[in-house]
């Protein structure tokens, strides 16, 4: 676990050409600072009174087909959800090609002064769990700093700590795109978390390093959803879908947790018979039988029932 200082940890990501693959949970408001905390307890007690941030990972009553997981592949790994203009993102559905991360992932948690020790020690703990969950079934290796510097970075750090990150982000990533540090450090309230990814140099075509802001005001499940639906979007899977479900891959927010759906898109990003850089005139005619293995998988695991 890194105190604010350990920003500088992040040199890693120095020269590295960003991926348009902004994405955020969000509910619009305008909320005074000493607020935020009450403000996200209030909406995730709305999103759950109305049926929404289910926790179930495989609902009987979302059941997909093959040609659903096809679909939704195509949205999800193959679009992105924002894009930058004039130096801010703004929402705009585009095509691009598959990116996954190639080398291993090196992970840091970085914790603001405002969260306490015990919440530290719990969010550190999510994380690490998480990551090792989304490792087996990427088959990408998931190590803690050691002699090298990390390339997927948690913060949790509230509104206060995001403004004076903007500084850090300066000083120890000059070649980070300013729409990313103003994103950061202007975050609104009604962005609920964000992952940022970005490429490892050879042409943008994989993963070589990811930056994730989690809110540090939020608590409970909210806090456990952003984990897991940034540090999941981060490893490629960057956009969101309406279509997709059940899934956090959809802005609808019923679902809070990563489910079993979304786990398969997760498989067959990572199937050998994709490549990087892959278009989706390239990828579809392989995703069917992809798709049918990862099932396949999912069930041997018994993380599926049968369909």
Same mark, same amino acid.
């Given at each position: 676990?890194?105190?604010?200082?350990?920003?500088?940890?992040?040199?890693?990501?120095?020269?590295?050409?960003?991926?348009?693959?902004?994405?955020?949970?969000?509910?619009?408001?305008?909320?005074?600072?000493?607020?935020?905390?009450?403000?996200?307890?209030?909406?995730?007690?709305?999103?759950?009174?109305?049926?929404?941030?289910?926790?179930?990972?495989?609902?009987?009553?979302?059941?997909?087909?093959?040609?659903?997981?096809?679909?939704?592949?195509?949205?999800?790994?193959?679009?992105?959800?924002?894009?930058?203009?004039?130096?801010?993102?703004?929402?705009?559905?585009?095509?691009?090609?598959?990116?996954?991360?190639?080398?291993?992932?090196?992970?840091?948690?970085?914790?603001?002064?405002?969260?306490?020790?015990?919440?530290?020690?719990?969010?550190?703990?999510?994380?690490?769990?998480?990551?090792?969950?989304?490792?087996?079934?990427?088959?990408?290796?998931?190590?803690?700093?050691?002699?090298?510097?990390?390339?997927?970075?948690?913060?949790?750090?509230?509104?206060?700590?995001?403004?004076?990150?903007?500084?850090?982000?300066?000083?120890?990533?000059?070649?980070?795109?300013?729409?990313?540090?103003?994103?950061?450090?202007?975050?609104?309230?009604?962005?609920?978390?964000?992952?940022?990814?970005?490429?490892?140099?050879?042409? #943008?075509? /994989?993963?070589?390093? $990811?930056?994730? *802001?989690?809110? +540090?005001?939020? !608590?409970?499940?909210? =806090?456990?959803?952003?984990?897991?639906?940034?540090?999941?979007?981060?490893?490629?899977?960057?956009?969101?879908?309406?279509?997709?479900?059940?899934?956090?891959?959809?802005?609808?927010?019923?679902?809070?947790?990563?489910?079993?759906?979304?786990?398969?898109?997760?498989?067959?990003?990572?199937?050998?018979?994709?490549?990087? #850089?892959? /278009?989706?005139?390239? $990828?579809?005619? *392989?995703?069917? +039988?992809?798709? !049918?293995?990862?099932? =396949?998988?999912?069930?041997?695991?018994?993380?599926?029932?049968?369909?």
């Amino acid at each position: 676990m890194s105190a604010m200082g350990g920003i500088s940890s992040l040199g890693v990501m120095r020269s590295l050409v960003l991926l348009a693959a902004l994405s955020a949970c969000t509910l619009p408001a305008r909320v005074p600072d000493d607020q935020l905390e009450a403000y996200y307890a209030q909406a995730q007690v709305q999103l759950q009174a109305a049926g929404r941030m289910r926790t179930e990972r495989a609902p009987g009553d979302a059941s997909f087909t093959i040609t659903d997981l096809v679909e939704n592949f195509v949205r999800v790994a193959l679009y992105d959800e924002f894009a930058q203009v004039g130096g801010r993102f703004i929402p705009r559905q585009t095509k691009r090609s598959l990116r996954r991360w190639k080398t291993p992932i090196i992970l840091s948690v970085v914790t603001g002064p405002s969260v306490g020790q015990d919440q530290s020690t719990r969010d550190v703990r999510a994380v690490n769990d998480f990551a090792r969950r989304l490792s087996g079934l990427s088959g990408v290796p998931v190590r803690r700093p050691g002699r090298r510097e990390p390339n997927f970075t948690v913060l949790f750090l509230n509104r206060a700590e995001q403004r004076l990150l903007g500084s850090e982000l300066q000083r120890n990533l000059p070649d980070i795109p300013p729409a990313i540090t103003d994103a950061i450090v202007n975050s609104p309230p009604e962005a609920f978390c964000v992952a940022y990814t970005f490429g490892d140099g050879e042409g #943008g075509k /994989t993963i070589g390093a $990811a930056l994730i *802001l989690v809110k +540090a005001e939020h !608590r409970g499940l909210m =806090r456990q959803s952003c984990i897991e639906e940034e540090m999941a979007q981060a490893m490629g899977l960057g956009n969101d879908s309406p279509k997709a479900r059940p899934s956090i891959f959809n802005d609808d927010e019923e679902f809070a947790l990563m489910t079993t759906h979304d786990e398969i898109l997760l498989r067959m990003l990572y199937d050998k018979r994709l490549r990087p #850089g892959m /278009t989706e005139a390239e $990828a579809r005619p *392989l995703l069917p +039988a992809i798709a !049918r293995d990862a099932v =396949r998988a999912a069930r041997a695991e018994n993380l599926l029932a049968a369909r």
